[in-house]
Nanobody, 123 residues
Framework: QVQLVESGGGLVQAGGSLRLSCAVS????????MGWFRQAPGKEREFVAR????????YATDSVKGRFTISRDNVKNTVTLQMNSLKPEDTAVYYC????????????????WGQGTQVTVSS
């Protein structure tokens, strides 16, 4: 089994930065594609970014590209989302997730989820 625990959320002013981390337990971390998703109140959970086992990266178009950076450390079993130039519309609960289903971006393909961490951006 794989367990994921996010940390690093909080309250920040618009234009600020936050760094989210996801600690992953399990011996097969390096075999999973890791993703970050977010869910704002009243909205569906949406894809933010994902990184493959080899470090190939995809970001959600327009909304976060150029501001967010995903990375992973296959030794420390962590995946990180660096978020810069934050906007009020980035406010959401952010989730880390893992999948063995290839280059998935849809939440339904992700098998394991963390509990989420709240990010609030004030204007």
């Amino acid at each position: 089994q794989v367990q994921l625990v996010e940390s690093g959320g909080g309250l920040v002013q618009a234009g600020g930065s936050l760094r989210l981390s996801c600690a992953v337990s399990g011996r097969t971390f390096s075999s999973y594609v890791m993703g970050w998703f977010r869910q704002a109140p009243g909205k569906e959970r949406e894809f933010v970014a994902r990184i493959t086992t080899r470090g190939d990266i995809r970001y959600a178009t327009d909304s976060v590209k150029g501001r967010f950076t995903i990375s992973r450390d296959n030794v420390k079993n962590t995946v990180t989302l660096q978020m810069n130039s934050l906007k009020p519309e980035d406010t959401a609960v952010y989730y880390c997730a893992a999948t063995s289903s290839g280059l998935a971006t849809a939440p339904r393909f992700y098998e394991y989820w963390g509990q989420g961490t709240q990010v609030t951006v004030s204007s």
